[in-house]
């Protein structure tokens, strides 16, 4: 579906903050980029964004990451998780790697119950959401947050041997995942795991969403 409205949407680029496509034109904020509206065709050609961050991250796949805050306008095309559009202009641009950790243990936090209901005394994914926590104060070492991802897998692969105990292994592997000092696999695949065996598994989406969509906003 095409539309000519104004839309508020999310776009994450890499360190250089170039475009990937026409040029690798340097993205500024402020800037209105404009392409030909003849040719938009999703995942194509156009000008990117979505309007979910949760949907924008999962088109991440490198490290250092930047967001912008973009709106679109001209022709727009709209596609599930994405739009593109003849023309985005670039609100604000702000680094994203720090908020990206932040909400990859707020994610393995919010499913931790589910192991610790089945494993009460097993405190080793709780210990890699504060390790993690600490080592984004600068408190905590690279060598100490890997050994915490370390132990947090091994109690994954623990629960993994219970069958009937599909969401401890799940939640945590959000929390292994969430330890990881890798922003963009740290975000995605909590959040990933996470919702992996919730019963609303939309609604943990949904909320999720809107945790990341607060979190972004704050660094404006």
């Known amino acids: 579906m095409s539309t000519k409205k104004k839309i508020l949407a999310w776009h994450f680029i890499k360190p250089d903050k170039k475009m990937r496509?026409?040029?690798?034109?340097?993205?500024?904020?402020?800037?209105?980029?404009?392409?030909?509206?003849?040719?938009?065709?999703?995942?194509?050609?156009g000008l990117h964004a979505s309007v979910k961050p949760l949907d924008a991250l999962s088109f991440v796949d490198w490290e250092d990451v930047y967001i912008c805050r973009v709106e679109l306008s001209g022709t727009i095309i709209t596609g599930g998780d994405k739009l593109c559009a003849s023309e985005r202009?670039?609100?604000?641009?702000?680094?994203?790697?720090?908020t990206l950790h932040e909400f990859a243990c707020w994610c393995?936090?919010?499913?931790?119950?589910l192991f610790e209901k089945d494993y009460p005394n097993d405190k080793r994914p709780r210990q890699a959401i504060e390790t993690k926590k600490r080592w984004l104060k600068g408190k905590a070492s690279d060598a100490e947050v890997d050994a915490a991802w370390a132990a947090a897998r091994d109690a994954a692969r623990d629960a993994?041997?219970?069958?009937?105990?599909?969401?401890?292994?799940?939640?945590?592997?959000?929390?292994?995942?969430?330890a990881t000092?890798?922003?963009?696999?740290?975000?995605?695949?909590?959040?990933?795991?996470?919702?992996?065996?919730?019963?609303?598994?939309?609604?943990?989406?949904?909320?999720?969403?809107?945790?990341?969509?607060?979190?972004?906003?704050?660094?404006?």
């Open 89 to 98: 202009k670039v609100l604000w641009i702000r680094k994203a790697d720090k």
């Open 160 to 178: 993994a041997r219970d069958a009937a105990r599909d969401a401890a292994r799940d939640a945590t592997r959000a929390a292994a995942w969430a």
């Open 108 to 113: 393995a936090e919010q499913s931790l119950y």
């Open 21 to 45: 496509y026409d040029g690798h034109t340097t993205i500024v904020a402020g800037k209105t980029y404009k392409v030909d509206a003849s040719k938009l065709k999703l995942c194509e050609f």
């Open 181 to 220: 000092r890798d922003a963009t696999r740290a975000a995605t695949r909590a959040a990933a795991w996470a919702a992996a065996r919730d019963a609303a598994r939309d609604a943990t989406r949904a909320a999720q969403n809107e945790q990341l969509e607060k979190m972004l906003k704050a660094l404006k």
